[in-house]
């Protein structure tokens, strides 16, 4: 359903991966300054610079740039 390739955000991510699948959840978590605002505002769309890859399954309904 989502797949993050090499995913960063200036001083904030460097080179995030991860998938996804249908039917699995995610949590974030850590300590505050690590990043886990600057990877779920990449995700939504919130972030307009970043280097990587963010792919949504299209079969989804629901693509990044939705968000606004």
Known sequence: V???ERLSVE???HEVNFNL???ELVALAG???N???ALAEAIT???A???GAIRVDANT???PEDAE
Do not use: C, I, M, N
Request: glycine share 20%.
């Open 61 to 63: 309904g629901w693509q």
């Open 31 to 33: 300590v505050a300054g």
């Open 49 to 51: 610079t970043y280097t």
């Open 35 to 37: 990043g886990q605002t």
């Open 2 to 4: 989502l797949s993050v």
């Open 11 to 13: 001083d904030q991510l």
């Open 45 to 47: 769309g919130h972030v």
């Open 21 to 23: 699948r249908a039917g």
